[in-house]
């Protein structure tokens, strides 16, 4: 299939007005991002993030006030992947002193309810989990099997049989589900996962990520500078930058505006940025290699029809690959859930900037460059 075969569009003739509109995008988007900042996930800000997901579709403002009574702090409550699923975040890691007690009464009254008079000794009582005893083994088992249907995960303390000891975990997720079983008993749930991570290890990942791309963008200069020449390798980062700051800007300007896209900065949008870099570089060599050709075939014509020659010549493919690969994206974006959202919204901003910067950015960097400097680009 052939699309675009015998175009002859003045690219750089036009390079001024998209480098304005460029500019515009990115100075927005960092104003924006100055103002109010990006909104990082979980694996990024610390806390922990649990996911209920539900049989029937509930009333979220529901289940925000719900959550809200049960003293977790600040916390952030919205859908998850549908109607019926659940993401409930939390600044704590595990539960808060304050909420133990209440924590504890809980068990207690759980256990005098369902068994009168069964006697019972805290022998442990952590931020993450109580220790009870009981009179016999058995008693232990029964107890161990009505808080676990309770919403409450347990454990025998030894799998010896003659164990009359139980370990009641106290987590934030079991916390939750033991509240609002009771308030949503029409509508069963499950716990589908619950992820912690510290505040440490969040700066610690913050900072691998912005390395991970930093070295990315050096080895690709390096890279550029022995293949082509140093014009090219500086165009070809200027352009990587360019997508990176661009999709940034949008994530920043778009937060909160579209309902149901997770725009989040996570590690999978971390891991979208790096496959954004090495689709636009690859998209860029391309177009550098035909305008390489060109130079050498007509040494005396202009750089800059050259360049022209160049693009127009590799425009279908840059097209025909963009649009298969955005058709694969926009599933993602429609079906891949939540989780996969941001991921996929980061790549569909990526392929398009990708496609965009090799021509408008890279290619007129390096007709900058020449025409600036007054150096021939010679191969």
Same mark, same amino acid.
């Given at each position: 299939?052939?699309?675009?075969? =015998? ?6 003739? #036009? ?27 979980? &694996? ?30 600040? /916390?952030?409550? %919205? ?23 209440? !924590? ?5 009254? /759980?256990?005098?309810? =369902? ?30 099997? #009505? ?8 454990? %025998? !303390? ?15 997720? &079991?916390?939750? #589900? ?21 505040? #440490? ?6 900072? &691998? ?9 050096? !080895?690709?200069?390096?890279? *550029? ?10 165009? @070809?980062? /200027?352009?990587?930058?360019? &997508? ?41 060599? !391309? ?13 005396? *014509? ?19 690959? @963009? ?6 994206? /926009?599933?993602?974006?429609?079906? @891949?859930?939540?989780? $996969? ?25 390096? $007709? ?6 007054? %150096?021939?680009?010679?191969?």
């Amino acid at each position: 299939m052939r699309l675009f075969e =015998n175009i002859n569009i003045d690219f750089m003739g #036009k390079r001024s007005l998209f480098f304005i509109l460029s500019g515009v995008i990115i100075l927005l988007g960092m104003l924006n991002i100055l103002i109010r900042g990006l909104a990082f996930g979980i &694996d990024f800000k610390g806390g922990s993030e649990i996911a209920l997901q539900f049989e029937k579709p509930i009333d979220i403002s529901y289940v925000r006030a719900e959550v809200d009574k049960i003293g977790l702090g600040e /916390i952030e409550v %919205k859908t998850f992947g549908g109607s019926s699923g659940v993401l409930i975040r939390s600044e704590f890691q595990e539960l808060p002193s304050s909420v133990l007690p209440r !924590v504890k009464t809980r068990i207690e009254t /759980i256990i005098s309810e =369902n068994f009168p008079g069964a006697q019972k000794q805290a022998t442990s009582f952590t931020n993450n989990s109580i220790t009870y005893e009981f009179a016999d083994s058995a008693q232990a088992t029964i107890i161990s099997n #009505k808080l676990f249907e309770s919403g409450f995960e347990t454990a %025998k !303390v030894s799998e010896v049989p003659s164990n009359k000891g139980i370990i009641v975990r106290l987590g934030i997720s &079991d916390w939750v #589900k033991d509240n609002l079983t009771e308030k949503f008993k029409d509508n069963r749930f499950e716990v589908q996962k619950e992820d912690k991570v510290g505040p #440490k290890v969040g700066q610690e990942l913050k900072r &691998d990520a912005v390395i991970a791309i930093v070295l990315a963008l050096i !080895v690709i200069l390096i890279y *550029i500078t022995f293949r082509f020449k140093f014009s090219f390798a500086i165009g @070809g980062v /200027i352009a990587l930058f360019h &997508d990176v700051l661009i999709t940034l800007s949008l994530f920043s300007i778009l937060y909160g505006v579209i309902p149901g896209l997770n725009l989040e900065i996570s590690l999978t949008v971390v891991a979208a940025f790096l496959t954004l870099i090495g689709y636009s570089m690859n998209d860029t060599v !391309v177009v550098f290699d035909r305008v390489r050709e060109h130079l050498k075939i007509h040494k005396t *014509i202009p750089l800059e029809e050259n360049i022209n020659r160049a693009i127009n010549n590799t425009f279908s493919r840059t097209i025909i690959t @963009g649009l298969s690969t955005m058709f694969m994206i /926009i599933v993602l974006i429609i079906f @891949g859930g939540e989780v $996969l959202r941001g991921f996929a919204f980061a790549l569909f901003v990526g392929m398009i900037t990708g496609t965009y910067s090799s021509i408008f950015v890279a290619s007129a960097f390096v $007709l900058e460059y020449a025409n600036r400097s007054g %150096k021939k680009i010679q191969f």
